[in-house]
């Protein structure tokens, strides 16, 4: 197989002095190339940089996450459209979206970091707009809000993948008919996501694409360790058992897919 994480975040391997041991296991395992996913500033410059070292293998994105999101969210946006300048631009403006998982319990304040977040998100999916560049989204516990305000913005929903979709098959169809997409996690392998694993086969093979988001949602059977990369095969495994494929041809078609979102050569 030949693989592509789609949505990786290396900067805590390169601070422990483990990246190319995590590189050279995903390599072993069949996974070729890397898109590691901005979330703050804390990241950004450090991904433009590692992008630029690894030329060809790994690509990176830029984007304020939700649950990085605060009163001072303005002066980190208005930083975000200098990177989208050769020679080492970003692949994609993201993660960028809603998160009403991580909301301080106190419901005044739940409100207050709902408001800015939304203004943060619209403010972002205004300059993805203007830029016409692949846009991830990051929704949880968030999907009504999250649909109308990519609706409202405007953008081309062919540009717009839902990351570590972890909705159910009616969402999945929702985000189908606008022309959008999901990529799917190892949370894809666990026992309890029947349906995680109904949306894969409603989206089906043709915009599917896959990621590990390690060190996070560490897949089946590794659950217990930290993710990376090389786990995207089993989660490739699983989805094309799903899927009523061979490995092979999922890793071709997801692949391929990646490439044509991401602009990659």
């Not at 990519?150 to 062919?158: K, L, M, P, T």
Request: glycine share 6%.
């Amino acid at each position: 197989m030949e693989l592509i994480d789609s949505h990786c975040h290396l900067k805590g391997f390169k601070d422990k002095g483990e990246l190319d041991a995590v590189l050279e296991r995903a390599h072993t395992a069949g996974v070729q190339r890397f898109i590691t996913v901005g979330t703050s500033p804390k990241d950004w410059v450090a991904y433009r940089e590692m992008s630029a070292a690894y030329a060809g293998k790994i690509d990176y994105t830029v984007g304020l996450h939700p649950c990085y999101v605060d009163a001072e969210w303005r002066d980190a946006v208005s930083h975000l459209s200098t990177f989208f300048m050769p020679p080492h631009a970003p692949v994609a403006l993201g993660e960028i979206g809603l998160d009403y998982f991580h909301l301080p319990k106190d419901t005044i304040e739940a409100g207050e970091c709902m408001l800015h977040q939304e203004a943060a998100f619209r403010q972002q999916l205004m300059l993805a707009d203007e830029l016409d560049c692949p846009i991830i989204i990051h929704s949880r516990n968030a999907f009504d809000d999250s649909v109308r305000m990519i609706d409202e913005s405007g953008v081309n929903w062919a540009r717009v993948v839902f990351h570590c979709f972890t909705y159910g098959p009616a969402e999945m169809a929702q985000i189908n008919e606008r022309g959008g997409r999901g990529s799917f996690t190892g949370v894809v392998t666990y026992k309890n996501a029947p349906d995680i694993r109904e949306a894969l086969r409603v989206q089906g093979i043709d915009q599917l694409m896959l990621e590990t988001d390690c060190p996070y949602l560490t897949p089946e059977p590794h659950r217990g360790k930290p993710n990376e990369p090389a786990y995207l095969a089993d989660i490739a495994t699983r989805c094309a058992e799903a899927l009523a494929l061979s490995p092979e041809a999922l890793s071709a078609h997801t692949t391929a897919n990646t490439k044509a979102f991401f602009n990659l050569t």
